[in-house]
């Protein structure tokens, strides 16, 4: 019967062992021998300076300076760089939305189209629309001159809108709720609303 001849062996076998140090290399003769040789130094990396740190300070904003109103209830940057500052209080006829551009202040209130002077929450959706939140008069809408406001009678949950955030698919989500603490989230598609309640597993307010 011919002998098959054996496989051809390599003549050496490298092992990265886990030491960074060290290579492990094996005979083929003797495998079970490793002569451990010195590995190559690694080059020590070059980091870049640490930055300096940005000096940072402080400056407050008041009505003197053109802020409608001094209790802010939210804020906001849209996608020009514009900061949105909601406003609102129990005696004030002036607050509702403030718009800062990095110079110059413009308040906007019920005069202007604005459904209540008390906002607590704004959003800015995908088409550059802001929306506004407010306490007991739903939520209004701004496309950059005209406003809508949106009510109960139109499919929204609550007049008191607490929270504004748009998904991923576009869809609007409303957080409400009313004088009795009851809570409900409303989802609007831009043509259709639809309402949340503890029936459809909302969390309920303790």
Known sequence: TP?????PVPKLLSIVVPSPALVQTLEPTNP???ILTQA?????ATSAPAPSPIPLSWKTFTP???LGYANVWAITQDSRGNLWLGTGGRD???SGVSRYDGSNWTNFTTQDGLAATWVLAIAEDKQGNLWFGTVGSGVSRYD???WKTFTERDGLAGNYVNAIVQDKQGNLW????????????SRYDGSQWKTFT???GLAKVV
Do not use: Y
């Open 198 to 200: 503890t029936k459809d």
């Open 64 to 66: 003197k300076d053109g």
């Open 40 to 44: 190559p130094a690694p080059r020590p």
């Open 144 to 146: 950059g001159s005209q």
């Open 32 to 34: 079970l021998t490793p």
């Open 174 to 185: 409303f957080g409400t709720n009313d004088i009795g603490g009851v809570s409900r989230v």
């Open 92 to 94: 004030s006829q002036n």
């Open 3 to 7: 002998v098959q001849s054996p496989a």
